[in-house]
């Protein structure tokens, strides 16, 4: 090493001669070769020092989550972990009058020295020498930066230190970056770091508009934070704050009049950090790429008012009653309110209670039927008996134990009758209809039996979904049964925007508004004039539901571009005799839906319900009569419209359906045979566009289009 120095500064040595860079100087060739060398040997050293001890601009990431609504209004602030309140600076988000008033106060040169201020030091060694005693520390606002990177004791080890971390920070950031890092770590007292954390502990807003009073006192506070903390010791605070208002008044920030007139001002009192949306907000937190300013699809108003109906529907904290709420638009699924519970202080408060699994009661109903309509085994106007009947080892019941005789399809789902809806699962298969729900992104949390027939108890509520579920759910029923999952986050927006997220189809558009149709005309809540009589009140499709034992309290609907659902319960599953969703949940439901008319605007996703349910559609042809023996074959696989995978010449599939007696397979008009295990396997020939056909006994006849897919 010693020697590669010499040569190095050998060549220096001789780059004086004007043949070479025409470089001349006036000193000894011997005394520069010296000062180059000397100079190797420092710089080497130091530049290695840099490079294998870089400062640690990392923990300045360490910050609070800062969870906004759609248009950038903070409703959650969080803590990190060690329970500071440390929130990250933009520059562009805080008033230029604090900027201007800070460096002038605290490092003039601040935009032109290199991390050290040599005349600044020198001033401040000087009043040391002359005073007795340290007057001011002569410390940038970089080398400040560095000793809150790594606090060290004070002392002039410490000030080396902080001197070379300040010119490793002058390296690796720009002066709007160190000034950033600075304003998000500066102490402000107790578990205050950061002018953003005091701005909303002291004043209750951010620092984007502050007054003179304001800036001078985040200014002071740092550089005694806990002899100086408002909260504590106001009259220290008030001093020192007076004392930065005659500086900056002297340095022509501020007015002479006005300094002295904001001088007079009290000393602000500390104040609760944001609080709303305390379930959706943690909720996303856990979602969101980065903890600084997290903008999300909730809207503050509403969920304001959420909040309240929450809160009033709960009722008194000593009954244990918890209150979920979710508003979806339609148009975008995005959430744009949710709470989780209403009020933290009753029991299971703080669990969020949109997340939790809970019996759906009847809520599925609806789907049961579109499904129904699809396969054609149902229509709106279709007679289906609501008498007693038993499925193997199953026997439903309705909830008020009476039977109706012959009702219609929109009869039985209008006033929720139970074995009518059994019966449509029964047909449409409670497999398949659990396998539709889950496709469309619903999470059945209850395992179904093993056997069919105890897996039509899921039309009844034999499952868990959360209110998420049921949301998403509605949601595709008021855009023409198309599954789309559920937005939190701005950032999820836009990425669903770009990555073009395919629906997934749980009904067909006409079954959805022929459902659609039939729950708007069911009998509205006691107190509610029906809203085909009310010009400007909105249609509701709403279906109520009451789980086994008054445990969950449902409603659930689609109405003017927003899906809501309300859920009413104990998050310990208590029961409560007598509580039903038409008693508890519908109505609140209506309650939440005139909050949305009164804060975010009408939408539809398709036609007016009310032109929906004037009858402008015609309904599809079907029986006029529902029997089950009268069910065509269902298949399973392959679905339709689906894409199945041919690896190469050889692959086969096996057929699977569901159906009455021997089955029959066809494709394009060519009969399958079964193999000795009795399955019928099919073996395309190519690639391509195919129609698989099967045929039960009675000759009905279910089709199935399919594209076989090839590697090549």
């Known amino acids: 090493m010693h020697e590669l120095l010499k040569r190095a500064a050998g060549f220096l040595g001789r780059l004086k001669s004007p043949e070479g860079w025409r470089f001349r100087f006036w000193w000894p060739e011997e005394w520069w070769r010296k000062a180059a060398l000397v100079a190797l040997y420092v710089l080497v050293p130091v530049l290695l020092i840099d490079l294998l001890f870089p400062p640690p601009i990392h923990r300045g990431d360490v910050i609070s989550g800062v969870v906004m609504d759609r248009r950038g209004a903070v409703m959650r602030i969080f803590p990190v972990e060690d329970g500071k309140w440390r929130m990250r600076a933009h520059l562009d988000q805080i008033d230029p009058d604090f900027i201007e008033a800070l460096l002038a106060y605290e490092d003039k040169r601040f935009r032109e020295h290199g991390g050290v ?226 009020n933290r202080a009753s029991l299971g408060g703080w669990i969020d209670l949109t997340n939790r699994p809970r019996s759906p009661g009847s809520t599925l109903k609806p789907f049961i039927y579109g499904l129904a309509f699809d396969d054609g085994v149902a229509a709106p106007d279709t007679r289906i008996a609501d008498t007693p009947r038993r499925y193997a080892s199953y026997r439903p019941d309705n909830f008020d134990r009476t039977f109706r005789g012959d009702v219609t399809v929109s009869e039985a789902l209008q006033h929720s009758l139970n074995i009518p809806a059994v019966s449509a699962l029964d047909a449409v298969g409670a497999q398949r209809f659990a396998a539709a729900l889950a496709f469309a992104g619903a999470d059945l949390s209850m395992p179904l039996a093993a056997d069919d027939d105890a897996g039509l108890a899921i039309a009844l509520g034999g499952m868990g979904m959360t209110v998420r579920d049921i949301a998403l759910l509605y949601a595709a029923l008021g855009d023409g049964g198309r599954a789309l999952p559920l937005n939190w986050l701005q950032e999820e927006r836009q990425a669903d925007r770009v990555k073009k997220t395919p629906a997934t189809q749980i009904m067909s558009a006409q079954s959805a508004r022929q459902i659609v149709d039939i729950l708007a005309q069911a009998p509205a809540p006691d107190g509610r004039m029906p809203a085909m009589l009310t010009q400007e009140a909105p249609v509701i499709a709403a279906k109520t539901g009451t789980s086994y034992g008054f445990r969950d309290a449902w409603a659930a609907a689609t109405g003017n571009g927003y899906a809501v659902v309300v859920w009413i319960g104990r998050a310990d599953s208590g029961p409560r005799p007598g509580v039903t969703g038409r008693d508890a949940a519908l109505p609140t439901l209506f309650d939440v839906y005139d909050a949305i008319g009164r804060v975010l605007p009408a939408r539809s996703s398709g036609p007016s319900l009310r032109e929906e349910v004037a009858g402008t559609h015609t309904p599809p042809s079907a029986l006029a009569r529902f029997d089950r023996e009268n069910t065509p074959p269902q298949i399973f696989f392959p679905p339709d419209g689906g894409e199945v995978w041919r690896d190469n010449e050889h692959t086969s599939f096996v057929l699977s359906a569901q159906g009455r007696g021997k089955l029959a397979w066809y494709v394009d008009g060519k009969p399958l045979a079964r193999n000795v295990a009795g399955d019928t396997v099919w073996r395309p020939s190519d690639a391509g566009f195919y129609e698989v056909q099967v045929v039960d006994e009675a000759g009905r006849t279910t089709k199935a289009r399919v594209r076989v897919m090839s590697p090549d």
């Open 117 to 342: 201020d040599f005349l600044a030091l020198a001033r401040a060694g000087g009043s040391m020498v002359s005073a007795g005693q340290i007057v001011s520390g002569g410390s940038t606002i970089t080398m400040q930066t560095a000793r809150l990177l790594e606090p060290r004791p004070r002392n002039i080890f410490s000030k080396i230190i902080e001197t070379f971390r300040a010119w490793q920070l002058e390296r690796r950031l720009s002066k709007d970056e160190i000034l950033e890092l600075y304003l998000t770590m500066a102490p402000y007292g107790g578990n205050l770091e950061g002018v953003r954390a005091a701005s909303w502990a002291y004043f209750g807003r951010e620092p984007d508009n502050l007054s003179p009073d304001q800036i001078a006192m985040l200014i002071a506070l740092p550089q005694s934070p806990e002899a100086r903390r408002p909260d504590l010791r106001p009259e220290a605070a008030i001093v020192a704050r007076e004392r930065v208002l005659m500086r900056l008044a002297e340095e022509g920030i501020f007015a002479a009049d006005l300094a002295r007139e904001s001088a007079e001002y009290p000393a602000p009192k500390r104040k609760d950090f944001p609080q709303l949306a305390w379930h959706a907000s943690e909720e996303a937190l856990g979602r969101a790429s980065s903890p600084d300013n997290i903008r999300t699809t909730l809207d503050m108003n509403l969920q304001r008012e959420i909040e309240a109906i929450a809160l009033r529907a709960a009722g008194p904290t000593r009954d244990g009653v918890q209150t979920a709420i979710m508003v979806v638009d339609i148009a975008t699924r995005e959430v744009r309110a949710a709470a989780g519970s209403a």
